[in-house]
């Protein structure tokens, strides 16, 4: 069957032909596409000439291109918009791509050659005139992986690794599968509007089209993925926001159908059986090995050393809180608390900000105003181009020499199949060997207006699309030989950095000035506005790292089992329990950001013993806030540095090294607790 996966996509940047294809291409792509890798493989394996970096490394990162661009169109679907028969596929292919996967990282020839290949190279102070930096990076790596994948085991070691890679697989699969049906199954269902008191207009009309969606009167209250949801701060009736809080905190551990308490009980003994397997006494150890921070203590040091300063802040907010409302705060008051309280210290609370962020103005004159002032970059929308579905925007970005740099696609509404959160994908990587320039997309989750409304954000929704964006910018900025180094191909650890970094031009002056008007009248945002965006900075912040903390305590706490010790656990609640008692991030007020049964991010997500990340990469961010802020601010000149020297590099240069190129020197922690309030 010919699909339109055969050829490389005709449309400009290869844009994928997303209205040709039809659920039924999938499965004939991957088959095609993994029989063809399998047959470039093997004749990488079997090739009679000596393993040279090119007839085996680049040959590597030059096969799989037909599977890379099915793979790519699929997973943005199963994420983005998917359907039940998507979700069956995935269900499917899933294990037959790991076992392809492995059937590669595994085979023995292969990783013969490429040790060949690194015991060739010169030493590293040699001068090299036959590779470059990133080619010798690439068989670094590539050998750190297929080592760590188990390359190196012998034959029974391997066929059980493949066994449990396979397990594995299907089991996050349903991981994710149940926790989005639950989900859907736990969003509150209102039809007395006096308990919507609080709520804005947007936001009603929002809960009413998802009843009307679901058939259903009155007004539907969809769940984010994480603890707790937005409207929490402004709904007045406790009733209600402990009904949300209380759905929010259920979600998979209800004893129905999609109950993910024994689903995450066989992945984390599967991932300590796999970690012993490799030689390493946990999961976590495992995972480091191949992250910046390198081992488990170096992340139990740096988040344990937050966890006093952050919970005292945490109590004495409670304290504040409870005192502000008048009564004792509950964790579905905290955050309605913590709008009185905001209104009260900084003369506004957020909801009197949402008229003056009006998504496609905080688009244009906000995100890619910043990203044009830093990067010279230009956005024009093509509405010749389509994406996955009618409500993906494209846009064509190109460089202040008029040069094309690649496309960015925003899909900014919640529906139905969309899985929750936010995120960054690419569609088509940047190589040069490739010759391919990026596509990216970015994912939100906004609630729809009514029909004809337009779309006014919350704070945190605007901080969230500069984050993502930044993720955009890593993919659109990267000029790297391989895809595998290109833009967010970095190690994990690292890989929230440079969003974490496009945070800062949120409230950044002269990009505020220019985004946040009034949307009907145009007005700039009032200065007492202004002054409470930038004088709450530390704000909550109790709160905020402890949640993030308890999380990330979590994820570690369940992958830093030994494979006997995993075995002995049966009782997840217990488990979550103890494992926060111990590491003293046990808040009753401040549940973690996610607890185990839809921890998506350490169960399905690819994040498992990473969630750690996004404060050790934070470390970086607030080093480099510091630095944008010494060197000019918002000016071209910083942001091309900040380009070449990061951006740019990808993972084609260990991050830490490319960071100290950038800086001049190694991160200091000290810009991140101050803050955070935390020093
Ligand atoms: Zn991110």
């Known amino acids: 069957m010919a699909t ?100 590669i990282t595994l085979d023995a020839r292969l990783y013969a050659r490429v040790v060949a290949v690194l015991d060739s190279l010169p030493d590293r102070d040699h001068d090299d005139a036959a590779l470059s930096a990133e080619d010798r990076r690439l068989v670094e790596r590539v050998h750190t992986e297929m080592t760590l994948a188990g390359a190196g085991l012998d034959d029974a070691g391997k066929e059980r690794l493949t066994a449990i ?45 998802a009843a009307a969606d679901r058939g259903l009167d009155g007004w539907l209250v969809t769940l984010p993925l994480y603890t707790g949801h937005p409207w929490l701060a402004s709904l007045q009736d406790r009733g209600l926001r ?20 024994d689903v995450l009980l066989r ?31 170096a992340v139990a040091g740096l988040l344990s050393s937050l966890v006093p300063a952050a919970t005292a802040n945490a109590d ?71 994406g996955y579905n009618d409500e993906v925007r494209v846009f064509e970005v190109r460089s202040d020499a008029d040069e094309p740099v690649g496309l960015y696609l925003l899909d900014l509404y919640t529906r139905d199949g969309k899985r929750g959160g936010a995120w960054m994908n690419p569609v088509v990587e940047q190589s040069h060997l490739l010759g391919t320039l990026p596509v990216v997309v970015n994912n939100l989750n906004v609630a729809k207006p009514a029909a004809g409304s337009p779309t006014l954000l919350i704070q945190d929704e605007v901080e969230t699309l500069f984050h993502e964006f930044g993720h955009a910018l890593h993919g659109l900025i990267a000029r790297t030989t391989y895809p595998r180094f290109s833009g967010t191909n970095v190690e994990r650890d690292f890989v ?29 945002l009032p200065p007492e506005l202004v002054l409470g965006l930038s004088d709450s900075a530390g704000f909550n912040e109790g709160f905020s790292t402890t949640e993030y903390l308890a999380a990330a305590l979590l994820d570690q706490a369940w992958h830093r089992l030994s494979a006997a ?44 013993a990473g969630y750690y990340g996004y404060i050790w990469s934070e470390v970086l961010d607030a080093d480099t806030v510091e630095w944008f802020r010494e060197h000019g601010g918002l000016s071209r000149e910083a942001g091309q540095r900040f380009a070449e020297k990061v951006l740019g590099v990808g993972g084609a240069q260990d991050p830490l090294e490319a960071y100290r190129a950038f800086r001049g020197r190694d991160a200091e922690v000290g810009p991140l607790l101050r803050r955070r309030g935390l020093e």
């Open 242 to 261: 402990e009904r949300i809080m209380r759905a929010s905190l259920s979600r998979g551990r209800r004893g129905n159908e999609h109950d993910n308490r």
């Open 496 to 524: 929230e950095f440079p969003s974490q970094v496009n945070e800062m031009w949120v409230s950044w002056p002269s990009v505020l000035a220019n985004y946040a008007r009034h949307h009907e009248t145009g007005e700039p």
């Open 165 to 209: 890679n396979q397990e594995l697989s299907t089991l996050t699969t349903t991981f994710e599968r149940n926790l989005l049906e639950d989900t859907n199954d736990l969003a509150v269902h209102v039809t007395d509007e006096a308990e919507l008191a609080g709520l804005d207009d947007g936001a009603k009309s929002a809960a009413a089209g």
């Open 4 to 103: 339109p996966f055969d050829e490389p996509s005709t449309l400009p940047y290869a844009l994928p032909p997303f209205r040709d294809v039809r659920l039924e291409h999938f499965r004939p792509a991957f088959d095609a596409g993994t029989a063809e890798q399998r047959a470039e493989v093997e004749a990488i394996a079997t090739d009679p000439a000596p393993p040279t970096f090119e007839n085996t490394l680049v040959a590597l990162e030059r096969s799989g291109q037909l599977l890379a661009r099915v793979s790519h169109v699929f997973f943005t679907l199963s994420s983005a918009d998917s359907t039940p028969e998507l979700h069956d596929l995935e269900a499917e292919v899933s294990p037959l791509l790991a076992a392809h996967r492995d059937a």
């Open 565 to 608: 010790a995993a075995a002995e656990v049966t009782d997840v609640e217990a488990f979550e329990r103890r494992a926060l008692e111990d590491a003293g991030v046990a808040v009753e007020a401040v549940p973690p950001r996610y607890s185990s049964t839809y921890f998506a991010h350490t169960f399905s997500g690819g994040y498992d």
């Open 267 to 297: 992945i984390v003994r599967l991932r300590a059986e796999r970690a012993e397997l490799l030689g390493f006494p946990n999961h976590a150890a495992v995972v480091t090995a191949d992250e910046t921070a390198r081992t488990p203590e």
């Open 316 to 386: 004495d907010e409670r304290a504040v809180r409870s005192r502000t409302v008048g009564f004792d705060v509950a964790s579905w008051d905290w955050a309605y608390a913590t709008e009185v309280l905001r209104g009260e210290q900084f003369a506004a609370d957020s909801s009197a900000l949402r008229p003056y962020f009006e998504a496609d103005r905080v688009l244009h004159d906000g995100v890619f105003h910043a990203a044009n002032a830093l990067y010279g970059l230009t956005f024009t929308e093509r509405s010749d181009l389509h």
